[in-house]
């Protein structure tokens, strides 16, 4: 504004004192101005973006239904309305009429999450009508919008998989069982629920109506290892009234899904051999008694135990009830030395209770199993023989032999050898000095002969042995061969007996025979070949004993009374 005065003006004066009141009048018309401006006129809606989400994967478009909050205001910033004060969304179709013009015009083009201030002129609001007692007519409104949901009549489930593993042997169809955790949100993000809160998958058969519509389709498909975002319209989840508390009416769903365990009420085991020995003479049956490492997992490689962790194998009888169904049908018609991995489903493991630990209800279980050794209580000593040329004098009970060995169990693990001290084993056989299978095995063999013996344990070391319930394995080579006496004897003659054997002991001449005499003459007998010895015991206990059969009083001398030969004696005893 600008004042001007002249001398030919009457109003005003070229005066120092007419000018100031001209500066002060002029100060007060510019402040007048600037605080109180006239409306601006709104010819069309005017839209101002507050906040836009960095991601925007789906638009408002005409005929798509939204849940959105609003405040709404006049210029001046008074409130007229807000949905934030009834604790409910705004939920209408968009482009239907159900809207004033210009909001239903203002929101297409909005995502979730988006915030615009929108502004809208009288004639696209309540034009000069306005509304009630709370708009007046020719209002400007204006609406400060938070988009929450967009969907439409015609949406479907959607499915976008953001993991898939590497190997999917099998995916979800109808009327299968599964497990899964999932993050469940509304479509601007809202958690309303999730299974990891409560450390518990959610477990039920799909395709058959125990979920919402929307999940039932959403979860068909998947892979154990999988993950999926399924998004479901209202109509495929919970519909105009939600579920009462989380969920509101009208809510597009949103689940974070992994799944976890997946079968079928129908299904067996599996069995998947990775990899077989060589040679493999005999398979598992019914009865046997097996020794097995193995590792136990989900199905979703979730670790819940090890044999390998305890250093120990799992030992137990097969087909006879002693394991979970599912492993008796699995370890049957196995090798030694086999690995195989089987998959039990739930109803052949632990059911719908799991453990009640580390095995949840209704779990698949996936074992890695390497077969260690097995055996049957009624097997024998398993005898592969490789005879020399010349094979003629062959071992009996009660000879002395001498024999190199290698000792390991079935799947290899050493055990001992005679050749890490440089020296025979040497025993009489039939006397109890090995064990029984290791005895049966070195019958019939005749030096320069090599066997492989594979003992079970009840002709070994029993249940206690090295380790409990073991399969042996003996590489034996006879090295020599004593021939023994004649079962229960203990010294033999070689030559006809003098007939006065009793007065050729009796050195003094006493009229009987103390110890030393007696074993002084059974020695020089021994050196002069005259007589032998059981081969394999100790010369001088072995004499000792065979006097103290013919002390029959046991007053420690032999009368001639009291000496007597084996021939003469009874078959119950054990002397001279």
Not at 426 to 436: K, P, R, S, Y
Not at 499 to 512: R, V
Not at 515 to 528: G, M, N, P, T
């Amino acid at each position: 504004i600008f004042l001007y005065g002249t001398d030919n003006n009457p109003h005003y004066s070229s005066s120092p004192h007419h000018w100031d009141q001209r500066m002060i009048l002029l100060a007060f018309l510019v402040t007048f101005v600037a605080c109180n401006p006239p409306p601006l006129p709104l010819d069309d809606i005017a839209i101002e973006k507050t906040f836009t989400p960095d991601r925007c994967d789906r638009m408002v478009k005409s005929g798509d239904f939204v849940r959105y909050h609003y405040i709404g205001m006049f210029p001046d910033g008074k409130k007229f309305d807000s949905s934030y004060d009834r604790s409910t969304t705004y939920n209408v179709f968009v482009g239907q009429k159900q809207l004033i013009a210009g909001m239903d015009k203002a929101l297409v083009g909005m995502c979730v999450n988006e915030r615009w201030m929108i502004k809208i002129p009288p004639q696209l609001a309540y034009g000069k009508d306005g509304y009630g007692d709370n708009i007046p007519p020719d209002s400007i409104l204006h609406f400060d919008v938070l988009m929450l949901d967009i969907w439409n009549t015609e949406d479907k489930v959607q499915i976008k998989t953001y993991h898939k593993p590497e190997s999917c042997g099998r995916t979800v169809q109808v009327s299968d069982y599964i497990r899964y955790h999932y993050n469940g949100t509304l479509l601007d993000g809202t958690l309303f629920d999730s299974s990891h809160t409560r450390m518990r998958t959610y477990d039920t058969y799909v395709g058959i109506g125990w979920l919402i519509a929307g999940m039932d389709q959403g979860l068909l498909g998947m892979c154990v290892g999988e993950k999926r975002i399924i998004t479901l319209p209202p109509s495929l989840g919970y519909g105009e009234n939600g579920d009462g508390s989380d969920i509101p009416a009208q809510a597009s769903l949103v689940f974070d899904v992994v799944l976890l365990d997946l079968h079928n009420p129908k299904d067996e085991i599996t069995v998947e051999v990775q990899s077989l020995p060589d040679h493999c003479p005999r398979k598992s049956v019914v009865g046997d008694f097996m020794r097995y490492h193995y590792n136990g997992s989900l199905l979703d490689g979730t670790f819940f135990d090890s044999s390998y962790s305890r250093n120990r194998t799992y030992d137990t009888y097969i087909g006879k009830g002693y394991v979970i169904a599912g492993m008796d049908q699995g370890l049957l018609g196995v090798c030694v030395g086999e690995h195989r991995r089987i998959v039990i489903p739930p109803h052949l493991a632990y059911g719908e209770e799991g453990t009640g630990t580390k095995i949840p209800g209704s779990a698949v279980l996936v074992f890695d199993v390497h077969i260690i050794d097995f055996h049957n209580p009624s097997d024998t000593v398993e005898i592969t023989s490789v005879k020399p040329e010349n094979c003629s004098n062959n071992t009996k009970r009660g000879d002395f032999v001498k024999y190199h060995y290698n000792a390991t169990l079935m799947d290899g693990t050493y055990i001992g050898s005679t050749h890490t001290f440089g020296k025979t084993y040497d025993v009489v056989l039939g006397a109890g000095q090995v064990v029984i299978g290791m005895e049966q095995g070195l019958i019939g063999m005749c030096v320069g002969e090599k066997r492989k013996l594979v003992i079970p344990p009840h002709l070994a070391y029993g249940e206690r042995g090295v380790p409990g319930s073991a399969v042996l394995v003996f590489d034996v080579e006879l090295v020599d061969l004593e021939e023994g006496l004649p079962e229960g004897y203990m010294f033999v003659w070689n030559s006809d007996v003098t007939p006065n054997l009793f007065s050729e002991m009796d050195k003094n001449k006493d009229a009987q025979v103390d110890a030393a005499e007696f074993s002084d003459y059974i020695l020089q007998q021994v050196k002069e070949g005259k007589g032998r010895l059981a081969p394999g015991f100790d010369s001088q206990r072995i004499i000792e004993n065979m006097y103290d059969n013919q002390d029959r009083n046991k007053d420690g001398r032999i009368t001639e009374d009291e000496f007597k030969l084996k021939a003469d004696e009874a078959a119950a005893h054990d002397e001279l």
